[in-house]
């Protein structure tokens, strides 16, 4: 009797699925058998997802509750099958799920890709490929798939070339199996020695049974009980590591491990991860933590954001309660006390153990806080709270500190006699701030300044105004009183009293410039601050910082930057020099020319555009033309 066939749709994957099918397929990675956890973990996140839903209609179960994974082999197909009784897939969910990426941050880290296969597959392999990995090791994938709760049951499958295709299945079992045609040169993952040595490897964590079924034979694999729930003695760091892998779904190391049992007026435990590397999404717009809630062994939500500050996201890992109740909605998490109450004991433990970091090993701190430095700031204006704990764990770049960090306590310690302010300069990179003429006379007294560069020192900043009972203080704003700081004696030469009197002529010069610049200023004075430089400019005290006010009308935040003060170094040859024409029949046009030249030049230094080039042109040539001509 001639069955017919229900037609299969043909679907085509996303081009971005293709792209990294191709790298998958034809890469030469040495660690092909990763395909087999990341299949175990799609899994076991199946049976969670199930477990979830079953809380509030236990019917989903149905006959078959005992939740666990199988996988099967068929030497003389050569085929191996991963079957989980999870959550299962609808046509829709097959098609969305294995034809699309949909995890935040692919588009970025697709970008990161080099042509060069060998570099782009340890990427891949970092980057964690899910699903699609099964194509390093097959030639064809069929995922038949029946979703909790429906009748219809379908065939996904491809071979991986741009296609894949869909068809409905005679109604199989709840869940999911999926069956790899194996290459030829990949049969190793049909022997069960192979595949047990993969599963205590890589999934041992897992807290379903992984059964190995050899024709007759069924065999447990794993250990099968959830990771954080086992004392900490019995556990290895290879072991954290593959769990922290399967729930960050990252492929780096833990660069911390929290791992703790908590009893008392709540009792929780908490297994975190702070990652060696920064994800991709670390600076989604969302800001979302990706810590996952249990209760009571059964997992509820990857979505919980009142259990973790956005502050703390780039942590990883679980968070299992005692006392939350069963079938605690995620609608009931939200404002409920029970979960604030987790979050700050898990804020306090984690804030504790970054500082029993930073005090044991300021090596390691400083590569946590290079990556994640600037998220952690963001608490300082969010978390009022623990204020105070967050800035004692920032670390800054100086002027004087090279390629290390310090702590507001070290600058503190080193700050040099007379100085009562802590002083900084914000912009875009410390390397470009490092050369702003406004640090001069502070690198003359030996006074340290600390570098900001990341656009969250805009926010903390202002809140927080002083620390210890100094103040902060910008070296681009307002004038600078560095009365009390002495500037160390040149040796050999007499002291230079003069240093404060004005040059003769130079009062003159700056009513000039001032006459000259009219609005383009809001006013032009002498400064100590510079020793090299002839000019500088700075913003007014009260005005808004200059880097800040870039940003902001960078953003669009603001239409217009407040105008900026010029200031004159009254001992630069160049300023001494035009102070003596002042006066001069004929020399006020060429004084004129000087004042733009000079405020022009300042802009450039601060990295900003000059609002007229082709009259800063015009100027410079005839300058340089009366220079040639003497
Ligand atoms: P990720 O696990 O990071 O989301 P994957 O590529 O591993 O990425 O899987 C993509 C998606 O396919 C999963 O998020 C899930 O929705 C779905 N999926 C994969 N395997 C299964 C499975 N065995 N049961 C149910 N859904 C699955
Ligand atoms: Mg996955």
Redesign the pocket.
């Known amino acids: 009797m001639a069955k017919k066939t229900p037609k299969a749709e043909t679907h085509a994957f996303q081009a971005q699925v293709g792209r990294l099918l191709d790298i998958v397929a034809n890469s030469f990675y040495s660690h092909k058998e990763i395909f087999l956890r990341?299949?175990i973990?799609?899994?076991s996140?199946?049976c969670d997802r199930l477990r979830y839903a079953a809380l509030t209609a236990p019917e989903l179960l149905d006959a078959n509750a005992d939740l666990k994974i199988t996988l099967s082999i068929n030497k003389n197909a050569k085929e191996l099958t991963v079957t989980?009784n999870?959550?299962?897939?609808t046509h829709d969910?097959l098609a969305s799920?294995?034809g699309t990426?949909?995890?935040s941050g692919t588009s970025e880290f697709m970008s990161h890709l080099s042509g060069d296969a060998a570099k782009d597959m340890s990427l891949i392999g970092q980057f964690?490929?899910?699903?699609?990995s099964a194509f390093m090791v097959a030639d064809q994938v069929t995922v038949t798939?029946r979703k909790a709760g429906d009748d219809a049951c379908w065939t996904w499958r491809s071979d991986g070339k741009g296609e894949f295709t869909l068809s409905p299945t005679d109604s199989g079992e709840r869940?999911?199996a999926?069956t790899l045609n194996l290459r030829k040169g990949d049969a190793e993952f049909l022997e069960p020695a192979r595949l047990r040595t993969i599963v205590k490897t890589y999934s041992d964590h897992i807290a379903l049974p992984i059964v190995l079924k050899d024709g007759d034979k069924e065999d447990t694999l794993n250990t099968a009980s959830a990771l954080w729930t086992r004392p900490k003695s019995e556990i290895n760091s290879e072991q954290y590591t593959e769990f922290y892998r399967h729930v960050g779904?990252l492929g780096d190391e833990p660069w911390l491990v929290i791992h703790n049992h908590v009893e008392g007026k709540l009792e929780y435990r908490n297994l975190l991860f702070v990652p060696q590397s920064k994800p991709f999404d670390l600076f989604d717009a969302e800001r979302k933590s990706r810590i996952k809630l249990y209760v009571r062994r059964v997992f509820i939500t990857d979505d919980c954001q009142d259990l973790m500050p956005g502050y703390l996201r780039f942590l990883r890992g679980v968070v299992d309660s005692e006392d939350l109740p069963l079938n605690v909605s995620r609608e009931m998490l939200q404002n409920n006390p029970l979960v604030a109450k987790l979050r700050s004991g898990l804020v306090k433990r984690v804030i504790g153990e970054l500082r029993k970091k930073a005090e044991k090993d300021a090596e390691a701190y400083a590569s946590f806080w290079r990556n994640f430095g600037s998220v952690l700031k963001e608490g300082i204006y969010e978390d009022f709270e623990r204020r105070d704990e967050l800035i004692g764990l920032a670390r800054f770049s100086t002027t004087t500190s090279g390629d290390s960090f310090i702590s507001l306590a070290d600058y503190i310690g080193r700050m040099v006699e007379g100085q009562d302010s802590i002083f900084y300069i914000s912009g875009e990179d410390t390397q470009s701030l490092r050369k702003s003429p406004q640090l001069e006379a502070f690198d003359a007294r030996g006074v340290e300044v600390l570098l900001l560069a990341d656009p969250v020192d805009e926010f903390w900043l202002p809140a927080v105004g002083e620390y210890e009972g100094k103040k902060f203080a910008s070296v681009t704003q307002g004038g600078l009183d560095l009365g009390k700081i002495a500037k160390p004696e040149e040796k050999g030469e007499e002291e230079k009293s003069e240093a404060s009197e004005t040059p003769a002529g130079v009062n003159d010069l700056v009513a000039l410039f001032k006459l000259t610049l009219k609005d383009a200023v809001k006013d032009v004075r002498t400064t100590e601050r510079l020793t090299d430089s002839p000019v500088c400019l700075v913003a007014e005290e009260g005005d808004v910082d200059m880097h800040l006010s870039r940003l902001l009308k960078q953003h669009r935040r603001i239409e217009e930057t407040a105008t900026r003060i010029l200031e004159i170094n009254p001992t630069h040859p160049l300023i001494t020099s035009l102070a003596t024409r002042v006066g001069n029949e004929g020399a006020s046009e060429e004084l004129g020319d000087a004042a733009y030249l000079l405020l022009d030049q300042a802009r450039i230094v601060e990295g900003e555009s000059i609002p007229d080039p082709s009259a800063f042109a015009r100027r410079l040539a005839g300058v340089m033309q009366k220079g040639l001509a003497v």
């Open positions: 990341e299949l973990s799609n899994a996140d199946a989980d999870g959550i299962g897939m969910e799920d294995l990426i949909a995890r964690g490929m899910g699903f699609y798939s869940g999911t999926i779904h």
